[in-house]
């Protein structure tokens, strides 16, 4: 039986970009059935005690932007620190993040592997510049990546996406998820908090390969 690993993030994670790579890595090695869920984490932290960095004192902000320097030089992949469409104040449109993330929803929903326009949405705001919130920025990166972007788009706020987005909400609260990405083996007691922690997730799927 095919193992699941779900995935709880937001599309506005610079940590969700930094473990593409990795993730798909380890979801082709152990033939892994991978389940993106992007969750409304503003609303979800808050509740299991996550901090959103914009409302970090200054010490720890400074210290998540080393921090990414040092995984974005250690990684090799482009990252801008302070990327022109991540608000570092208090968004216009508390809404940014989430349409991105369903538009993944709508296309793992209509069957497609939604992994490759997840990765490139998250490259598009925090490597390209690109204002993610913006449609015809969604559409011209689902484009480019060999979706029909306007059809993901249509769905974006139908009701099958907008359900299975409160679903997801809903478990990551319930499951203690106060950050992105968090991994999940639905059934396993272990939760696995950042793409750092990826190594132990590899590590778990292999024990339960050997155990099968």
């Known amino acids: 039986m095919t193992i699941q690993l779900d995935c709880y993030y937001s599309l506005s994670s610079p940590w969700a970009y930094f473990a593409g790579p990795q993730l798909q890595d380890i979801v082709r090695r152990h033939r892994v059935r991978l389940v993106l869920k992007p969750y409304d984490f503003q609303a979800v932290v808050l509740k299991t005690g996550g901090v959103p960095i914009r409302t970090r004192p200054a010490p720890r902000r400074s210290y998540h932007a080393e921090e990414l320097a ?11 620190l302070e990327p022109k469409y991540y608000p570092q104040a208090t968004p216009a449109d ?3 993040n989430k349409y991105a993330g369903w538009m993944v929803i709508a ?18 705001l925090w490597a390209e510049e690109r204002d993610t919130s913006q449609p015809d920025v969604r559409i011209a990166v ?5 979706y029909d972007g306007r059809a993901l788009h249509a769905l974006e706020q139908s009701r099958q996406v907008q359900v299975q987005y409160r679903a997801f909400s809903e478990e990551a609260e319930r499951l203690g998820v106060f950050g992105a ?5 639905p059934g396993q007691p272990d939760r696995w908090w950042g793409q750092d922690r990826l190594f132990f997730v590899d590590r778990a799927l292999a024990q339960m390969r050997q155990s099968r």
Do not use: C, K
Request: aromatic fraction near 12%; glycine fraction near 8%.
């Open 70 to 80: 040092r995984w974005r030089d250690y990684l090799g992949m482009p990252l801008t």
């Open 94 to 96: 508390p809404e940014w």
């Open 107 to 124: 296309a793992q929903q209509q069957g497609l592997d939604a992994f490759v326009l997840s990765h490139a949405l998250l490259r598009a």
């Open 142 to 146: 689902a484009d480019e990546n060999g």
């Open 181 to 185: 990405p968090t991994f999940v083996i």
